[in-house]
C-alpha cells in the first residue's frame, strides 16, 4: 500500500488531492472545518523553509553565476521580463474591467465585511524599508523583500571578495542543497496539506456566495487565463523556444500548492524545485530567478489590482481621466512588486491603487469577501510567471538542459 502510494508521482497525488478536497469540501460544508488543521500544519511546515531556503538559493544562484557582469546580463533579463509582464497584465486587468464593467449598477454594501487596513507606509517610506537596518531581525520577522536585498548584497561580496570567498560559496552551495532535500520530505505532506485545505475553502464558500460577485470572480478567472494560456505560452515558444506542454507538465505541482496555499512563498520550495528539476533550468539561474521572482513578480496580482480599480470606480461612479489609468498601471505595478508572496497581501497592496486615484477604500471591504478564492487562481498565475521567466533567462544564457525539459519523467 504504501508502496503504491509513493509510486505515483507527488503531481498526480497532489491533483487528486485537489479534486477529492472539494468533493469533500461541498458535501459536508462547514463541518469540514474540522480537518482545517491538516492544511495549517502543511503550512507551517512550508512556510518554515522559506527564510532559509531564500537566503541559501539567492546567495548559491549568486555565486554560481561566476561573474558580475553575467549576473548583471542574467539579472537585467529577469527584471525586463518581470516588468514587461507586470504592465501588460495591469494593462489587461483594465481592458477586461472596461469591457465588461463588472462594478456598473452595483450597491456597495459594506455588512460584515472584513476590511484590512490601508497600507501604513508612502511610496518612500516602502523604498527606505527595503533595506533592512538588521538583516537577522528581517529574517525572524519574514520580511522577505529586505532578506533579499541582504542576500543579493551578501551574494554579490561574496563574489568581489574573489578566491578567499570560496569556502563560504561552497558553503552556501550545501546550504542551499540541503534545504531542497527539506523540501522534498515536506512536500509529502502536500497532498493531505492541499486536500484539507480545498476543502475547508469549497466547505465554507460554497456557491451561494458568489452568485452576486459572480462576474467579478469570472473576470479575474479569465484574466489569470488569459495570462496563463496565452502569455507564458508565448514566452516559452517564442523567447525560450521550447514546447509549451513540457512547461505545463513540469510546472503542476508548483501550480497545486499556489492555488491550494495563495501563497507564492509557500510554493517556493516547490517552484524552485519543478524549474530545476522538472524543467532542466541551471541551478544557479533557477535559484535566482525563482527566488526573487516568488516576491517580486506577481502578474495575477497586477491584473487583479487592475481590475479592482476599475471596477472601484465604476462602483462608485467616479470618472477616471487617462491620468489616472497611467497612474493605476504605476501603482499596481508597484503594488505587485512590494506584495509579500503571503494570502490575500494583493488586497492590502489594493489601498494603494485606489487611493491613488480617490476611488473610496470601502471597495476593498467589498471585494475582501471573495479574495481568499481570487487570490488562489492569482497566486497560480503569478507562480507559473516565475517559472516561465527562469525558463526563459535559463535559455538566452543557455543554462537549460532541454533533455530534461522535454522529458515526462517528472518528480
Ligand atoms: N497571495 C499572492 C501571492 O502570494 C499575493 C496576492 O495576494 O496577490 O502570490
Not at 293 to 312: D, E, H, K
Amino acid at each position: 500500500m504504501t508502496r503504491y502510494w509513493f509510486n505515483i508521482p507527488l503531481w498526480k497525488r497532489i491533483l487528486l488531492a485537489l479534486v477529492l478536497g472539494v468533493l469533500v469540501g461541498v458535501l459536508l460544508g462547514e463541518d469540514v472545518q474540522s480537518i482545517k488543521w491538516i492544511g495549517d500544519l502543511f503550512i507551517r511546515a512550508i512556510k518554515m523553509l522559506v527564510v532559509p531556503l531564500i537566503f541559501f538559493s539567492l546567495v548559491s544562484g549568486i555565486t554560481s553565476v561566476g561573474d558580475i557582469g553575467k549576473l548583471g546580463a542574467v539579472g537585467g533579463r529577469a527584471m525586463a521580463l518581470f516588468m514587461a509582464t507586470a504592465l501588460f497584465s495591469v494593462s489587461m486587468g483594465m481592458i477586461l474591467s472596461t469591457l465588461v464593467q463588472p462594478g456598473q449598477g452595483l450597491e456597495i454594501s459594506l455588512s460584515g465585511a472584513d476590511i484590512p487596513p490601508p497600507p501604513e507606509h508612502t511610496i518612500t517610506e516602502m523604498i527606505v524599508q527595503l533595506v533592512p537596518d538588521n538583516p537577522v531581525m528581517a529574517m525572524a520577522q519574514g520580511s522577505i523583500l529586505p532578506v533579499i536585498i541582504f542576500a543579493m548584497l551578501f551574494g554579490i561580496s561574496i563574489l568581489a571578495v574573489g578566491e578567499e570567498g570560496t569556502p563560504l560559496a561552497r558553503a552556501m552551495n550545501a546550504g542551499s542543497a540541503v534545504m531542497q532535500k527539506m523540501t522534498i520530505f515536506v512536500m509529502e505532506l502536500a497532498p493531505f496539506g492541499v486536500f484539507a485545505l480545498i476543502a475547508w475553502v469549497a466547505g465554507s464558500f460554497g456557491f451561494d456566495a458568489l452568485i452576486p460577485l459572480g462576474k467579478l470572480v469570472a473576470l479575474n478567472y479569465v484574466g489569470c487565463g488569459i495570462i496563463l494560456l496565452v502569455v507564458y505560452p508565448l514566452i516559452i515558444r517564442f523567447i525560450a523556444r521550447l514546447p509549451v506542454i513540457d512547461f505545463y507538465r513540469g510546472v503542476i505541482d508548483a501550480q497545486a500548492v499556489a492555488f491550494s496555499t495563495a501563497s507564492s512563498n509557500a510554493a517556493l520550495p516547490v517552484t524552485l524545485r519543478c524549474v530545476e528539476r522538472n524543467l532542466g533550468v541551471s541551478k544557479s539561474i533557477a535559484s535566482f530567478t525563482v527566488a526573487l521572482g516568488a516576491t517580486i513578480n506577481m502578474n495575477g496580482t497586477a491584473m487583479y489590482l487592475g481590475v479592482i480599480a476599475l471596477f472601484g470606480a465604476q462602483a462608485y461612479g467616479i470618472d477616471l481621466s487617462w491620468y489616472s489609468y497611467v497612474l493605476i498601471a504605476l501603482t499596481a505595478t508597484l503594488g505587485s512588486i512590494g506584495a509579500a508572496g503571503v494570502p490575500g497581501s494583493g488586497l492590502v497592496m489594493m489601498g494603494l491603487v485606489l487611493s491613488s486615484i480617490g476611488v473610496p477604500l470601502e471597495t476593498i471591504a467589498f471585494v475582501a469577501g471573495i479574495n481568499h478564492l481570487l487570490d488562489m487562481m492569482r497566486t497560480m498565475t503569478n507562480v507559473t510567471g516565475d517559472a516561465a521567466v527562469a525558463v526563459a533567462v535559463g535559455r538566452m544564457a543557455g543554462e537549460i538542459d532541454v533533455v530534461e525539459y522535454r522529458s515526462d519523467d517528472d518528480v
